[in-house]
């Protein structure tokens, strides 16, 4: 008698398709989200690539800096001495260090760093974005292993809420790292 029923679905296997097809849905809308904050991420990295492309190794850039810069020169023996930034000629570099003013020689500077940090903002933002992403990837893949009980979704909550802290978390560390832009890099060195 049981044999006659063989065909048909069960209530337990239409719950399981529907699952499988949200499950799908979930996932298209991550890869979206993902795709788009990819190009988000990419197009506030910009400036920085266009910049690290630029010649560093002209000592002419040094004269782009105007005095009380705050910079680090490394030297080729990998001394690092930070001070204001006094002054430029084709034979060294003069800056106010902690010692009073000293004049490194041009053959002894391996590495002159600009010590401002002017990306803070966008830093925190690229943070946040990567954070965001993060969180909600983590708390979506914990949420999922909860179940749909009673109609709440732990899955959405769980990205939800794995977003909020990721961008909290990520926008801070962004706003944190040091963005020191390197003005001159000896050749070879």
Known sequence: MAHHLVGLP?????????????????????????????????????????????????????????????????????????????????????????????????????????????HRLRNAAIGAAVGAAVGAGSGAAVGRGNGNSGGFDFAKQGAGIGAGAGAVIGAIVGALLPCHQTIYRAAGK
């Open 10 to 118: 069960n209530a337990r296997d239409r719950h399981t398709t529907r699952r499988a097809s949200g499950l799908q849905v979930s996932l298209r809308r991550g890869a979206v989200i993902m795709r788009k904050l990819f190009i988000v991420v990419f197009a506030l990295t910009m400036p920085c690539a266009t910049f690290a492309q630029s010649n560093k190794s002209s000592w002419e850039n040094l004269s782009t800096l105007q005095a009380g810069h705050r910079i680090e020169v490394v030297e080729t023996n990998s001394k690092k001495i930070s001070g204001a930034f006094v002054s430029v000629n084709n034979t060294g570099v003069s800056l106010q260090a902690a010692g009073g003013e000293q004049t490194i020689q041009r053959q002894d500077v391996r590495v002159v760093k600009l010590m401002e940090n002017k």
